[in-house]
């Protein structure tokens, strides 16, 4: 599973990789602009966050101990997996359709505010999953 | 992709993803969702494992199903879920058992 998963990613960074340097040579030889080049290479880094979040709520890992902690783990792996696919999309759409100036400041505002979104709903998971547990204890 | 359409179309199916949304159930608490027969709602499960849709863990005798979806299945579940695919076709609900009957005595 491990060693699919980093062949998925080495895979996905030589397309990356590879890319750069066709669209460097196709700039060179003047058949793409370097904003063009430059918004290829940014709506392939969005697709490529898309498609690596939308497998985030499929890595649940082993089980837990409390249906609690079960629950809420899966609540936040799909609240992370969904602010972040739609982040990258929006990220790609932005790169592809926006004026350079608006793509390079919304990009970056639409992937922080979703990273916002994912670590402000896991942490408040896990408090609120250790304040129930630290409750029951208590009793 | 099949294997994933072929368990999103079945409306049974997809109420046990909806259940699952909730939280982790077992075999047994599931089925009591449901008026049909355990074999039946066996090869439910055994459709939905195969996709990789559902997780199951077994302790003991007890096998507790977890959600297992990615975006893209969450969101077509939740397209065919407003469109209703599926609905009001019962044949298919029970075709998978009816296959593993046919398996059995055959």
Redesign the interface.
């Known amino acids: 599973m491990i060693t699919k998963r980093l062949a998925v990613a080495v895979a996905l960074a030589a397309t990356i990789l590879a890319v750069a340097a066709a669209l460097r040579y196709a700039e060179g030889a003047g058949t793409v602009s370097a904003e063009g080049a430059r918004r290829i290479m940014q709506v392939l880094v969005g697709l490529s966050l898309a498609a690596y979040?939308?497998?985030?709520?499929?890595q649940?890992g082993r089980?837990r101990r409390s249906?609690e902690a079960?629950?809420r783990t899966?609540a936040a792996l799909?609240v992370g997996?969904?602010s972040m696919?739609l982040a990258g999309l929006a990220y790609a759409g932005l790169w592809a359709l926006a004026p350079l100036r608006v793509a390079d400041v919304a990009s970056m505002i639409v992937v922080a505010a979703a990273l916002a979104v994912t670590l402000g709903y896991a942490i408040w998971s896990f408090t609120a999953c250790r304040s129930a547990a630290d409750a029951q204890v208590g009793r | 992709m099949s294997k994933v359409f072929k368990a999103l179309a079945v409306p049974t199916r997809r109420k046990v993803l909806q259940l699952l949304r909730r939280r982790p159930m077992t075999a047994g608490e599931l089925s009591e969702h449901f008026p049909v027969s355990k074999p039946t709602m066996s090869a439910h499960f055994a459709v939905l494992r195969e996709a990789d849709l559902v997780d199951a863990g077994k302790q003991g005798t007890t096998i507790t199903y977890r959600l297992k979806l990615s975006v893209l299945e969450d969101a077509l579940l939740g397209f065919s879920q407003a469109f209703g695919i599926g609905v009001g076709d019962a044949g298919p609900a029970d075709e998978p058992a009816l296959e593993i009957t046919k398996g059995r005595t055959s």
Do not use: D, V, Y
């Open positions: 979040a939308n497998f985030m709520p499929k649940i089980a249906p079960e629950s899966q799909r997996g969904w696919t």
